[in-house]
T-cell receptor, first 112, second 116 residues
Framework: GENVEQHPSTLSVQEGDSAVIKCTYS??????FPWYKQELGKRPQLIID?????GEKKDQRIAVTLNKTAKHFSLHITETQPEDSAVYFC???????????FGTGTRLLVSP | EAGVTQFPSHSVIEKGQTVTLRCDPI?????LYWYRRVMGKEIKFLLH????????ESGMPNNRFLAERTGGTYSTLKVQPAELEDSGVYFC??????????????FGQGTRLTVV
């Protein structure tokens, strides 16, 4: 079955710096890759997603890239702000299945 | 529009007791999922309902866990008897579809279960 690995587990940056979180997946048939952000005490919320027919997607300060050959995808946050501090989860949706497989999460801390 | 709601938000029970978690999905969402996160680990799939039917329960740890979705609306997840390793945050999510139109899975705030 699908297996998703996520790195790093924790990431500390200064406000204004960029942050990159990387995930790899094992099932080459996976076709949908969402990223969820979970702020302290709140629910995970979708912040951006990408499908396998696209290599990059951007939404303001966040972007996601997908390399199907290498089976990895990354979340990029530019000009980080303290409110970006949260746990970020990547996930993959294997083709033919209806369940997301999640990574272990990355705790991002943005210091003022 | 109300989001996915879960009850209770926290539960502390003794080993051997029974606990029932409830999830109310977004109205109209046929797909309902249960996930669990043990501290520091991934959000792990437990099971998936389509309306009232169990589509996939491959992630259920053992027969101490029982999930129901009567009438295809809210769902309950019962743990009986609870063991220490059942501690974690139980998330419910709902969606209209997955990977296609209406793909987004909306999560509840989770139930933090502590078994002592």
């Amino acid at each position: 079955g699908e297996n998703v690995e996520q790195h790093p587990s924790t990431l500390s940056v200064q406000e204004g710096d960029s942050a990159v979180i990387k995930c790899t997946y094992s099932d080459s048939a996976s076709n949908y890759f969402p990223w969820y952000k979970q702020e302290l005490g709140k629910r995970p919320q979708l912040i951006i997603d990408i499908r396998s027919n696209v290599g990059e997607k951007k939404d303001q300060r966040i972007a996601v890239t997908l390399n199907k050959t290498a089976k990895h995808f990354s979340l990029h946050i530019t000009e980080t702000q303290p409110e970006d501090s949260a746990v970020y989860f990547c996930a993959a949706l294997p083709t033919g299945f209806q369940k997301l497989v999640f990574g272990t999460g990355t705790r991002l801390l943005v210091s003022p | 529009e109300a989001g996915v709601t879960q009850f209770p938000s926290h539960s502390v029970i003794e080993k051997g007791q029974t606990v029932t978690l409830r999830c109310d999905p977004i109205s109209g969402h046929d797909n309902l999922y249960w996930y669990r996160r043990v501290m520091g680990k991934e959000i792990k799939f437990l099971l998936h309902f389509v309306k009232e039917s169990k589509q996939d329960e491959s992630g259920m740890p053992n027969n101490r866990f029982l999930a129901e979705r009567t009438g295809g609306t809210y769902s309950t997840l019962k743990v009986q008897p609870a063991e220490l390793e059942d501690s974690g945050v139980y998330f419910c999510a709902s969606s209209q579809g997955m990977g296609g139109i209406g793909a987004e899975a909306f999560f509840g705030q989770g139930t933090r279960l502590t078994v002592v």
